[in-house]
């Protein structure tokens, strides 16, 4: 078996790749990047240079090294939009992606609140273009309406912050309800597949962005809300829900329309979406149980460890 992962440098990249290394032993995995050297060279086989795909060289060249690999699993935003466009040009390989639909609605912060609004789903009460608010009334999250992670950014807590965001190119940012110590981040993975479907809910702890703790949530309200989620959406693969609850309210804020950065951690638990699709993809193959709540803490430091 033969393994292509993409943004190979990235700590989704490293997870996938470890978890591929687990369970399919005499496997190749090699991977791209914009970078040739990076954090994760002396884990891969191979890693390609590639240039990002906006570049006119990248569908012609990854063509060429995909003709080599039975999977391509693509972790990058950019890259997950630009498989999504160019399907019908990989033909002989398989990818790891979902619908367009879903990678066009959920990559899109503003399409995402407005999809789930509509739906019925509970969302933080506002979800505005930055360019659209002339004045500072209420605090809110700023972050960017495509793409995921938290590079850039930051709560909004007064004018004066606000008049600083005059350097920005306002069109590329969202002013979004800010959600606050009141509520309790989850993080949770829907995956569906054929017949089946099931969600892991975990409340996390987060440091510069990055989940560094996590323990099992028993929820069945929430639980059958995301399931709702999947069947709305057509869902045939995995996704990545983040949201907040407080006492009388839960509101979805992002949805990452593709494995996220928890995938090792919640492999460990028992909720091995990654190979689950992957079996599903390659060998039709469902799977044999679903995973079982045991109320466990997951620390990642270096290593994944149970406390």
């Not at 290394?21 to 791209?32: C, H, P, R």
């Amino acid at each position: 078996m033969k393994f292509l992962i993409t943004g190979a440098h990235g700590d989704i990249a490293q997870s996938i790749f470890r978890i591929l290394k687990l369970s399919y032993k005499k496997a190749v995995i090699d991977g791209t990047d914009i970078r040739k050297s990076g954090p994760n060279e002396f884990l891969f086989n191979k890693i390609y240079k590639v240039n990002y795909p906006s570049n006119k060289n990248y569908l012609k060249y990854i063509k060429k090294i995909s003709k080599n690999y039975q999977i391509i699993i693509p972790t990058t935003e950019d890259e997950i939009i630009f498989f999504s466009k160019n399907l019908n040009k990989f033909k002989n390989t398989s990818i790891l992606i979902n619908s367009p639909e879903i990678i066009n609605t959920f990559s899109n912060q503003l399409k995402t609140h407005a999809f789930l609004k509509k739906k019925n789903f509970s969302v933080p009460n506002f979800c505005l273009r930055l360019n659209d608010i002339r004045k500072f009334s209420n605090s809110f999250f700023l972050k960017k309406n495509f793409g995921h992670g938290n590079q850039g950014y930051k709560i909004i807590n007064n004018r004066k912050e606000f008049n600083k965001l005059n350097t920005l190119n306002k069109k590329d940012w969202i002013a979004q309800e800010f959600l606050d110590h009141k509520y309790k981040e989850y993080t949770c993975a829907v995956t569906q597949l054929g017949e089946f479907c099931d969600v892991i809910i975990l409340n996390r702890r987060l440091n510069q962005g990055y989940t560094y703790f996590v323990q099992e949530v028993k929820n069945l309200i929430l639980k059958n809300t995301l399931l709702v989620l999947a069947k709305k959406i057509n869902l045939n693969g995995s996704i990545n829900v983040q949201l907040k609850i407080n006492n009388s309210r839960y509101a979805i804020f992002e949805i990452n329309p593709r494995l996220s950065s928890t995938v090792m951690m919640r492999h460990k638990l028992g909720f091995k979406d990654c190979l689950w699709w992957i079996e599903y993809i390659l060998n039709n193959k469902l799977p044999k149980n679903k995973y079982k709540i045991k109320n466990r803490k997951l620390l990642k430091f270096f290593d994944e460890k149970f406390l």
